[in-house]
């Protein structure tokens, strides 16, 4: 997709735009949600972490659920702050986890 598309397509107005607008708010709060989590838990399921007020159709839970597992968590494991098991769904904390640890209680 060029920038032209992406402006194109970010200048729609209805409820598709707003609906973007709310999943992109979503899946711009995972990674920190799932890292903040992991305080609590040593590991976790590797499904999205959404706010009561957060409510989705089938299509747009599929959509964020794609993002997180195949962009959002893989960036996190990258930088070294969790290790993400596929197989078993699950999030745990990675090696550098400590490193932020402290920016985040």
Same mark, same amino acid.
Request: a negative charge.
């Given at each position: 997709?060029? &920038? +032209? $598309?992406?402006?194109?397509?970010?200048?729609? !107005?209805?409820? $598709?735009?707003? &609906?973007? @607008?709310?999943?992109?708010? !979503? *899946?711009?709060?995972?990674?920190?949600?799932? !890292?903040?989590?992991? *305080?609590?838990? &040593?590991?976790?399921?590797?499904?999205?972490? *959404?706010?009561?007020?957060?409510?989705?159709?089938?299509?747009? +839970?599929?959509?964020?659920? +794609?993002?997180? /597992? /195949?962009? =959002?968590?893989? @960036?996190?494991?990258?930088?070294?702050?969790? $290790?993400?098991? %596929? !197989? $078993?769904?699950?999030? %745990?904390?990675?090696?550098?986890?400590?490193?932020? /640890?402290?920016? =985040?209680?």
């Amino acid at each position: 997709m060029t &920038n +032209y $598309e992406r402006g194109r397509i970010g200048s729609r !107005v209805g409820e $598709e735009c707003c &609906n973007d @607008e709310r999943i992109e708010r !979503v *899946l711009s709060a995972q990674q920190w949600r799932v !890292v903040r989590a992991l *305080l609590d838990e &040593n590991a976790m399921s590797a499904d999205p972490i *959404l706010r009561r007020e957060e409510t989705f159709d089938s299509e747009e +839970y599929i959509t964020i659920c +794609y993002e997180l /597992h /195949h962009v =959002l968590l893989p @960036e996190l494991v990258d930088i070294g702050l969790i $290790e993400f098991d %596929r !197989v $078993e769904d699950q999030v %745990r904390r990675g090696r550098r986890f400590d490193d932020v /640890h402290r920016f =985040l209680e």
